[in-house]
Structure formats: C-alpha cells, structure tokens
C-alpha cells in the first residue's frame, strides 16, 4: 500500500480516471503531490489557452449564480470564444431545473468504505423530495457520445454522491436515484444537451464498483503504479520529464487531462463533512 493511502484518503472522479487512465500520474500528483518537474509554460500554447478559458468560464458561471452582473466583463473581455460561450450559456433553461436548493460550485465530501469521495458540482439544483439535477458546464473541442458520456466515471461519481449526499443537502429528505439526473451541457455545442438518468440499480452498481477501485488503489505498493502504455497521453502531462516521455508527439495529444486540469486545486477548508 502506497504510504499516504490510508483510512480516510480523499479520492476524487478526477484521481480515479487518471489512475485508470495512467496509475503512475495518480500516484505522483494525488499520492506523493510532486510538484510539477515541467514549467507550465512549456506546455502547448492552444492547450494553456483553451486551460485559462474554461477556468475563466466556469468563473463567470458562477459569479452570475450569486447575483453579480457580469456583462461589463463580458464585454471588456478580449476573448471573442469567451464571448460566444458567454451568449450561449444565457439560453440554457435554469428556470426548468429544479427550485428549492440551487447551488453553483457545490463541494461534497461522502464516506465510501474506509475512504471519502469528492466531487465538486458546476450546478445543481433540487426540490425536496423530487427531482435532483447535476448541470457539469463543458468547454471540450468535441461532444462526447450520450454513451460514452453515461459511462464516464464522473457521470458515475456525480451521480453517486449527490444520492448518497441527498438527506444533507435538503436538510433530511433521501434524494431518489430514480430521480436523479445528469445533464452536460457543452458550450461549442450548446443545442447538443446530453441528459444521463439515474436508478437505483444504477446507485449499487456504483457504490459496489467505486469501492472494489478505491481498494484495488489502496491494496497496491507503489511500484505496482506504472506509466501509461499511451504515450499520447503523456504530452500534456507535466511529469512526463520523470518517465523520459519529452517526446511524445504534441499533435497526436488531443485535450485527455483537460477536464482535470481545469478543475482548481482542491480546497478542502470549505467542503463539507457529511454526518450519518
């Protein structure tokens, strides 16, 4: 067992898909937390820049859920893709979702066997005892399949933790899985919503599935924690000067640890602990 994987570790839908994506990235960021042996700005231009824009987005999101008029930084903004993704996201239909709780930039913190699970939510909304919607903002390049995007693991995190978190975040009432719903709502395709339902058979496979994971993780030394076999996905990674993978082919890379990268270091002063 790696030394700081112990009783309680924080495990997040983002450590969990790079551990399967590349066990030696997980181990060296989310284990050991090196520091980067690569300067950012070594990295591709495009990439940094599409990295700034979707934090610079879900920033904007955000501060228009609390009320703040962000239209003069819209419009100082020099950013004309920026722009576009800001004119799209007015049309999206908050006022469909659900009213009684709604919550941008929601960090939850839920037990999963001996360790905890993180997951940190665009949006959400619910009503007590009724529908319970995740919206997850998307700034990617391409549209993933409505398929491919039910079996990502952050759509099986995101969902698992809002029905194990339910009974806190309405103040007791259980949120049904039955009830419960994804939806990804991407900003270069913002007519393309994908709506991902939810079931209660849905919640124990995944509750079975992230247990047996975060297990298999904890039960393996160290050395058990190999590089990828893909070497395109190391082009964006900053530890690729560790593995002797400078060179990989930048234009064969793609965008595989945006999703990641865009996300902030995790804050874990303000998430809460949930009590059962």
Not at 16 to 39: D, G, I, M, Q
Not at 46 to 66: D, I, K, P, S
């Amino acid at each position: 067992m790696p030394e700081s994987i112990r009783p309680g570790h924080l495990f997040s839908q983002h450590s969990l898909n790079t551990y399967r994506r590349c066990p030696r990235r997980f181990l060296l960021k989310y284990v050991e937390e090196r520091p980067w042996p690569t300067p950012e700005e070594e990295d591709p231009r495009a990439y940094q820049q599409h990295l700034l824009r979707g934090r610079t987005f879900h920033e904007w999101l955000e501060r228009h859920h609390l009320g703040l008029d962000m239209e003069p930084v819209v419009v100082a903004c020099q950013d004309t893709q920026l722009q576009r993704w800001w004119a799209a996201a007015k049309d999206f239909d908050r006022e469909s979702l659900p009213h009684d709780v709604r919550e941008a930039e929601l960090p939850i913190v839920v037990p999963l066997g001996e360790y905890r699970l993180y997951a940190r939510y665009d949006y959400v909304a619910l009503d007590v005892g009724g529908e319970a919607v995740i919206v997850d903002w998307k700034t990617l390049e391409f549209r993933p399949s409505r398929e491919v995007l039910r079996r990502r693991i952050q759509t099986r995190v995101y969902l698992y933790t809002l029905v194990a978190a339910g009974q806190v975040l309405t103040g007791g009432t259980s949120i049904d899985p039955e009830r419960a719903e994804m939806v990804y709502w991407f900003a270069n395709y913002p007519e393309q919503t994908a709506r991902i339902s939810y079931s209660r058979a849905d919640f124990a496979r995944d509750e079975a599935e992230l247990c047996r994971l975060v297990n298999e993780i904890a039960d393996q030394p160290p050395e058990a924690f190999g590089r990828t076999e893909e070497r395109r996905l190391c082009a964006h990674c900053n530890y690729r000067t560790l593995c002797d993978r400078e060179d990989v082919d930048q234009k064969a890379a793609g965008t595989d640890w945006l999703d990641e990268d865009i996300d902030f270091d995790l804050e874990l002063g303000d998430v809460p602990e949930l009590e059962y």
